[in-house]
């Protein structure tokens, strides 16, 4: 029997742009990333976290309420 193995979370880093007036979401292939994605993939239940690259925080929660 094979022990079960949990999947690591997605991670998506969210940063704010010092000159540009809005912030971007990207995954670990410098890939874009809008909030309409990630609504679908919590919908889908995949499990992602988004962190805040500034305080290194969750901001999953924030990013999706």
Known sequence: ???DVQ???RVFR??????AQRAVVYDADLNL???EDL???AARKVSFVV?????GGDITR???A
């Open 1 to 3: 029997m094979t022990p």
């Open 7 to 9: 999947a690591s979370p």
């Open 14 to 19: 969210f940063h704010r742009h010092a000159r």
């Open 33 to 35: 990333v809008d909030l």
């Open 39 to 41: 609504r679908i993939l």
């Open 51 to 55: 962190i805040d690259g500034e305080t």
């Open 62 to 64: 924030v990013l999706l």
